[in-house]
């Protein structure tokens, strides 16, 4: 058909009937060869064709009776000479149908076999067989299918936080609503009506391609705004609008397909094992939920969830988010244990999309409102604010074994980008909602004023960078003032930078820029001295005791041991009753024995029950607790610090410290923080030890290289 001029108001619908129409007219007068049928799969067999669509294709014929090479380009070639792209293939039934059990996602594109001439017959027994097949291939290798999909939209992104919008593949695109109907041919879900949404996908991508005048799915803002004039739009910011809306519909109804093919697929008993994970919190087959007395009056259930499936990795059950949302809310001063399942949910920031989706995230953090689906205003942005903010929260994340407080790493990334559109500089907007959050969450005034500082300092080191010599002094100046020559306050906003960068889109961070702003770092730090961590203070007045800090929901143990390896036994305790320790400090005293106080946090059980020292003295004293679970292999890094300090930094788990503590010689000192769900151990030793060897051998035990 003639490619109409850009200038003019096109007609989708007409466009794809007409496409159609042009290719069925030729089709039409194609010979098949005898006992043979053509079938269509693809955009044809849909009728969602373009101008520019290809002609996907399917020869079927009897077993026994193949079609010899000169038939099958009899009918080829007339497609290929009327400009056609065309991908074919020649099968039997039985063919078409093996195809779905040896490759899920062939499979699937097959899935729309359509009748277009020869004998009719085939291809229905064909596509009977397929079906057949699929229901059982698709239960056999359902990881495999969702692993392909999971694939697909890492590459194309989210299309309702994408400035450039993949229409086909991204997440609730047009590939998600065939995904659903293949869930939906498996007997695994039901589809919802998502017409009007697929309707506005398609006729995006119908425009797209006319307007380009070529085959093509990623929506520039070029094109944008023709096609938004084009389908009645008052600009393309509206149409970009209802396509978030359309593709977060599309989203949302995958992920309720997919939670329910899971749940049929698994063939879970009616004797499902529930294992505790929170006070309140279960897993459940797999699945995080909610105990059957769970209190919906307690403010902070509902960030322990989040933290439940953020340490898991396991998802939360159909449900659970709407249940939650009867939740009261949390009081001005978050409390300490909520404020450490706050962190342990930015270690994971695909949580913050899942809460958000469920309208729970505003809650916690209201400003996010003001960014949510918002598009920047710089060009070289790929994602909108709050998709950008969550990328580089997870970038920060995948660092934070490598900081020195990844706490403050990850709140600052959170609201680095948070205070665009008020009018004023967003770094500076963002600096002032971050310190009333930090103030919420309860950190003291030197923490409040670092990651205020990180967020309205996020952009200067790339300014630097690109505006001066980063080997002058001048420039070194700079950002030591910035920073307020803190030492801490550098090296995370070396990291934030770089995650930002990474985060904006492709090219933003580059060679150059990356040594200007490490060497901008290198020298600053340079310039300061680095604090050497010094000997805490321990009290322990007898041999084991349990105190409760009933506001902030903790328990303090303390205890004191002949030798440094008894340390086990409190630890072994701590563990077998599921509790976690969120801090800790250890002394060796002038006769060789040794003192240390826990703070922990127990996540079975009530701290009324938990707080009942007789109990826990009981337990220890019986020597039934002497062993340390195993721990999983994580991501660590031990090095040496100033002053002949060992350091091991490590993800967060339970008995993380007893198995720290079992690969060290005898310690002068010890303590222990757990900063943004990462533990960080530091110690002083006894004696001269092998360097290298210690660190090999602590490495060796938390992450297993």
């Not at 989210?158 to 919008?165: F, H, L």
């Not at 999983?632 to 040496?640: G, L, V």
């Not at 010689?665 to 769900?677: H, R």
């Amino acid at each position: 058909m003639a490619k109409t001029l850009s200038s003019e108001i096109l007609d989708p619908h007409a466009i794809r009937a007409e496409a159609y129409t042009s290719a069925r007219l030729l089709i039409d007068g194609l010979v098949i060869p005898p006992n043979a049928a053509l079938a269509a799969t693809g955009s044809l067999a849909r009728r969602e064709m373009t101008s520019y669509s290809d002609l996907d294709m399917v020869l079927i014929h009897a077993p026994g009776e193949p079609v010899d090479d000169e038939a099958a380009s009899a009918l080829w070639y007339p497609i290929w000479d009327a400009k056609y792209h065309l991908d074919y293939a020649i099968r039997t039934p039985d063919e078409c149908a093996a195809i779905a059990e040896t490759d899920v996602a062939a499979a699937l594109s097959q899935l729309d076999l359509t009748f277009l001439a020869g004998n009719k017959q085939l291809v229905d027994e064909a596509r009977a067989k397929l079906y057949a097949t699929w229901r059982v291939s698709l239960q056999k290798n359902f990881d495999k299918f969702i692993d392909s999909s999971i694939e697909r939209w890492r590459r194309a992104g989210q299309i309702a936080s994408m400035t450039r919008p993949e229409i086909k593949n991204g997440r609730g695109g047009l590939r998600d609503v065939q995904l659903l109907l293949a869930l939906a041919l498996g007997n695994l879900c039901d589809v919802p009506d998502l017409s009007v949404q697929r309707d506005l996908l398609l006729d995006v991508r119908v425009l797209l391609h006319e307007h380009s005048r070529r085959h093509r799915d990623v929506l520039e803002p070029e094109f944008a705004a023709e096609i938004a004039d084009d389908l009645g739009f008052k600009d393309r910011y509206e149409l970009s609008a209802d396509l978030a809306e359309a593709a977060t519909t599309i989203s949302n109804a995958v992920e309720r397909g997919l939670s329910t093919a899971r749940g049929l697929v698994s063939r879970r008993s009616l004797h499902r094992v529930r294992k505790p994970l929170d006070v309140d919190v279960l897993d459940e087959g797999g699945y995080i939920t909610l105990a059957r007395n769970a209190n919906l009056e307690d403010p902070g259930l509902v960030l322990r969830v989040a933290a439940a499936t953020a340490r898991t990795g396991n998802p939360v059950k159909s449900g659970v988010w709407q249940r939650l949302q009867a939740v009261p809310n949390l009081p001005p001063r978050w409390p300490r244990a909520t404020v450490d399942d706050f962190f342990t949910v930015l270690t994971r920031p695909q949580v913050i999309i899942e809460m958000d989706r469920h309208q729970l995230w505003e809650r916690y953090v209201p400003e996010w409102n003001h960014i949510r689906g918002v598009l920047p205003r710089e060009r070289n942005h790929s994602h909108t604010i709050d998709y950008h903010s969550v990328e580089t929260v997870a970038r920060c994340s995948d660092v934070r074994t490598t900081v020195g407080r990844p706490d403050l790493l990850l709140l600052g990334a959170l609201f680095h980008d948070i205070g665009k559109g008020y009018g004023r500089p967003h770094e500076q907007v963002g600096a002032e909602m971050v310190a009333r959050m930090a103030q919420k969450m309860g950190l003291n005034l030197p923490d409040r004023m670092r990651v205020q500082t990180l967020v309205a300092e996020h952009t200067t080191l790339s300014k630097l960078a690109a505006r001066m010599d980063p080997y002058s002094d001048e420039a070194r100046n700079a950002v030591l003032d910035a920073v307020q020559y803190d030492p801490l306050t550098l090296s995370l906003l070396t990291v934030l930078t770089e995650a930002d960068s990474k985060s904006t889109g492709p090219g933003v961070w580059n060679h150059r820029k990356a040594a200007a702003v490490h060497e901008l770092s290198k020298r600053g730090l340079n310039m300061l001295d680095t604090l050497v961590p010094t000997r805490p203070q321990v009290y322990a007045p007898a041999d084991i005791g349990l105190q409760t800090d009933w506001e902030d929901k903790y328990l303090t143990i303390s205890w004191r041991g002949s030798y440094q390896r008894e340390v086990v036994r409190p630890l072994a305790v701590v563990a077998a009753l599921g509790w976690i320790v969120t801090s800790a400090a250890m002394v060796r005293e002038d006769d060789g024995s040794y003192a240390a106080e826990f703070t922990v946090r127990a996540l079975h059980e009530r701290i009324e029950r938990a707080a009942d020292e007789a109990r826990f003295i009981q337990a220890y004293k019986s020597g039934v607790y002497s062993v340390l679970p195993p721990i999983e292999k994580m991501p660590s890094t031990a090095n040496w610090q100033v002053g002949g300090v060992f350091e091991v930094r490590t993800v967060d788990q339970r008995a993380g410290l007893g198995h720290v503590i079992g690969k060290l010689p005898d310690v002068k000192w010890l303590t222990m923080t757990s900063p943004g769900a990462t533990m960080v151990v530091q110690a002083a030793m006894m004696e001269t030890v092998s360097r290298a060897a210690l660190v090999r051998n602590v490495t060796e035990a938390l992450s297993g290289g």
